[in-house]
Every structure is written in C-alpha cells, then in structure tokens.
Nanobody
Framework: QLQLVESGGGLVQPGGSLRLSCVGS????????IAWFRQAPGKEREGVSC????????PSAESVKGRFAISRDNGKNTVYLQMNNLQPEDTAVYYC????????????????????WGQGTQVTVSS
C-alpha cells in the first residue's frame, strides 16, 4: 500500500512559479514511477509529466514543455513538479499517481496503469 499526498498549490499571477510536491509513504517509493495529472473545471483529466522509478525517463505533455520540470528525491520519498511561467490555462487540480515497476514511463498517459492516487492540490493562475 502506498499513500500519496500532494502539496504546494495556491494562487499565483500569470508568469509566476510554483513547486508542487508529492510525498509517498507506506511502501518502497523508489519502486514506482510517478506521474502528475491535472483536471481543469469542466475538462477531462490530462497527463502533465512522468518520472520513471530510476529518474531517467521524464516525458511531459507538449503544453508544459520548457515550463514545467519533474524531479524526484527517493531519499525523501518525494516527487516535485516545478512550474514556471504559469498561465491561466494551467489552472487545475493537480494529482500525482504511482505505477509500480515502470522504468521508462511507458504508457504514462493511461490512467488505469496507476495503482495509487493522491487527493489533489489546487493551482489557480489569475491576475
């Protein structure tokens, strides 16, 4: 059993930055690839980025490339999502999710591969 808790969301002006954290507890965190998803009001949930269990693969959505960066610190059981140059269209609830034993983040956009999800953290980008 793995529990995930997101934090770091909030209200930020366009062009600003936030760093989200996803902390895992309960089982070998470094066994899991971790992905960030987001869901805006009235829209379907979409994948943002993924980091493989060994940290070597970090695919991301085209909409966030060059602005968002994912990283992990297995010693702290934490995955980070650094979000820069935030725009109003980035407003959403951000979720992290864990998939066991995926060394490449292959198929990372498929929500049904993830065994565990966090409760989400709200990010609002507005002036």
């Amino acid at each position: 059993q793995l529990q995930l808790v997101e934090s770091g969301g909030g209200l930020v002006q366009p062009g600003g930055s936030l760093r989200l954290s996803c902390v895992g507890s309960g089982y070998s965190f470094d066994y899991y690839s971790i992905a960030w998803f987001r869901q805006a009001p009235g829209k379907e949930r979409e994948g943002v980025s993924c980091i493989s269990s060994n940290g070597l693969s970090t695919p991301s959505a085209e909409s966030v490339k060059g602005r968002f960066a994912i990283s992990r610190d297995n010693g702290k059981n934490t995955v980070y999502l650094q979000m820069n140059n935030l725009q109003p269209e980035d407003t959403a609830v951000y979720y992290c999710a864990a998939e066991p034993a995926n060394y490449y983040c292959s198929g990372w956009l498929l929500e049904n591969v993830y065994d565990y999800w966090g409760q989400g953290t709200q990010v609002t980008v507005s002036s």
